[in-house]
């Protein structure tokens, strides 16, 4: 599977701390920009203090810019962080280097604003789905232990089930309940928007 389906199927919470940590690495760029000589030295000044989702793909950041293109480095960026909030920062850097944008950082104040908005939504769908969760839990465990006792205190009672018809409805209901446990599982996850760059292979190519 692709990086970037990875992150694009992550749980909502894991979603939700990687958008905050966006929004929080975008809001010390645009601080650190009115007292940089530059963009470029704006982002390598971010590498000491960014948050730890994301201090990975920072850190790969600030060694591309001292070996690339600026445009290379942020897109391998981009693509180290898979994410489509990350996207839009990442385009609104690249226009402000090639079109010299004066409004910079009023861009990058409303992508944090958008951050922290999308970061307040996955934070209510992960509170919402909780209680499906532990819903699933209780009956996962409720069942788990009604098989147990059986198998310990009523091992007669499941004779039938060592039949061939019986290994068949066995294997037929465990089945169902598996397939059960997956689609609650997968429900439980948050697909994000296809992301706005491609990835450099393709921009490459």
């Given amino acids: 599977m692709k990086k970037s389906s ?10 939700r701390v990687l958008v905050e940590a966006i929004a929080s690495w975008t809001e010390s760029l645009r601080d650190t920009i009115s007292s940089a000589a530059g963009l470029e030295q704006a982002i390598i000044a971010t590498e000491n203090h960014c948050p730890l989702a994301v201090e990975e793909p920072v850190q790969r950041l600030v060694a591309s810019l001292r070996y690339g293109t600026f445009e290379d480095a942020l897109r391998r960026f981009a693509d180290d962080v898979a994410h489509p909030t990350c996207d839009f920062v990442v385009a609104a850097l690249i226009t402000a280097s090639t079109h010299h944008s004066r409004d910079l ?11 922290r908005s999308e970061c307040e939504l996955y934070l209510r769908i992960w509170v919402s789905r909780a209680r ?5 839990r209780i ?21 039938p089930f060592l ?13 169902c309940f598996a397939g059960s446990l997956m689609w609650m599982a997968r429900i439980a996850r948050v697909e994000t928007p296809a992301r706005l760059l491609t990835t450099r292979q393709q921009w490459v190519n």
């Fill in 6 to 15: 990875i992150y694009l199927r992550r749980p909502a919470d894991d979603q």
């Fill in 105 to 115: 950082s009023q861009l990058l104040t409303h992508l944090s604003e958008c951050a």
């Fill in 132 to 136: 499906t969760r532990t819903s699933v």
């Fill in 139 to 159: 009956i996962s465990g409720t069942i788990a232990c009604f098989a147990l006792g059986l198998l310990i205190f009523n091992a007669g009672y499941l004779r």
């Fill in 163 to 175: 039949t061939t018809e019986g290994c068949v409805v066995f294997f037929f209901v465990t089945m």
